[in-house]
């Protein structure tokens, strides 16, 4: 934003999207109006710029505003006439039933077999699912607990160096759900499945990574990109409809809700911080199943 003199200088707006936009206007903060700001808004949603991130900005453009109000600097703040943007409302894709038993079909002999089988019933986000800990996986209580995630070291954001971490999404996602006894049984194999490789690997096996669910046949850990790519690979070479592996995310909230699950057990198996973002999420048109669908599922 544009530097005038003590009076009219622009408050110091720290993004650089912002800032650029408004220098690049001249508009400093004593000719700042309603209708421009709201012409921001619309500038940067034309760039394709999320909802939430008009939210943030609306939020911290308001603060710095009234910061100017209560220095004398600005008589009113003109973000009282803005109204506040909406997050966008975003409808995943998913699968129905008959495209996740094919889906399983195909996997049946493929690394991804056991994270997906898992995720379809539990719903996890991609490093909730990767940072699974056999100790989270008590078969005397038939319990599962989503307690870790992974994450990314390095600034480069690639798979070089990934950690587990107990800092979840949100208080809600962390959970404790009952063990499907579908789902216990794929964990029981998988388990059985790394005591033999690793009696086979013996010394040339991993074992920094021994008490995660999903690791490779000599123990290393499955990476986010990896988990990414490769599914993408299974549903193109198979002819599969494609979709995102977040979205079996929305495949999991489609088989409840087409179960008539209440919205609010949906939002605590999901693990979301409130119940609008479960509904706004997935309890789209899309996933509102006629009663003989519902009692199909």
Not at 135 to 163: A, M, P, Q, W, Y
Not at 269 to 274: D, I
Request: hydrophobic share 35%; glycine share 4%; with cysteine.
């Amino acid at each position: 934003m544009r530097k005038g003199n003590e009076n009219t200088n622009l408050l110091h707006f720290s993004d650089l999207s912002i800032r650029a936009y408004f220098d690049d206007r001249e508009i400093t903060l004593k000719t700042l109006t309603a209708a421009q700001i709201e012409d921001f808004y619309e500038t940067m949603r034309a760039a394709d710029l999320k909802g939430s991130t008009l939210v943030h900005y609306h939020q911290f453009m308001n603060q710095a505003l009234e910061a100017a109000v209560r220095k004398d600097l600005l008589a009113r703040n003109p973000m009282y006439k803005v109204d506040r943007p909406r997050k966008n409302l975003f409808v995943g894709s998913y699968y129905s039933r008959e495209e996740v038993e094919k889906l399983l079909e195909v996997l049946k002999d493929d690394p991804l077999y056991p994270m997906v089988f898992v995720d379809v019933y539990y719903d996890l986000r991609r490093s909730e699912l990767l940072g699974l800990e056999w100790d989270s996986v008590d078969f005397v209580r038939n319990t599962l607990s989503v307690e870790h995630k992974v994450c990314r070291d390095n600034e480069n954001g690639d798979d070089r160096d990934i950690s587990i971490s107990s800092e979840l999404k949100t208080r809600n996602s962390r959970r404790t759900l009952p063990l499907i006894p579908a789902v216990r049984e794929v964990l029981e194999a998988e388990k059985k499945k790394q005591e033999h490789y690793r009696k086979i690997f013996k010394a040339e096996y991993i074992g920094k990574y021994s008490k995660m669910v999903f690791v490779d046949p000599v123990g290393n850990l499955y990476t986010p990109d990896y988990v990414t790519r490769h599914f993408e690979v299974v549903l193109k070479s198979n002819g599969l409809r494609p979709i995102r592996f977040h979205d079996l995310r929305h495949t999991c909230a489609s088989l409840l809700v087409a179960q008539s699950v209440d919205m609010k057990l949906i939002q605590l198996w999901l693990g979301h911080a409130n119940y609008s973002t479960a509904a706004d999420i997935h309890h789209s048109g899309h996933l509102r199943p006629s009663g003989r669908q519902a009692h199909r599922m």
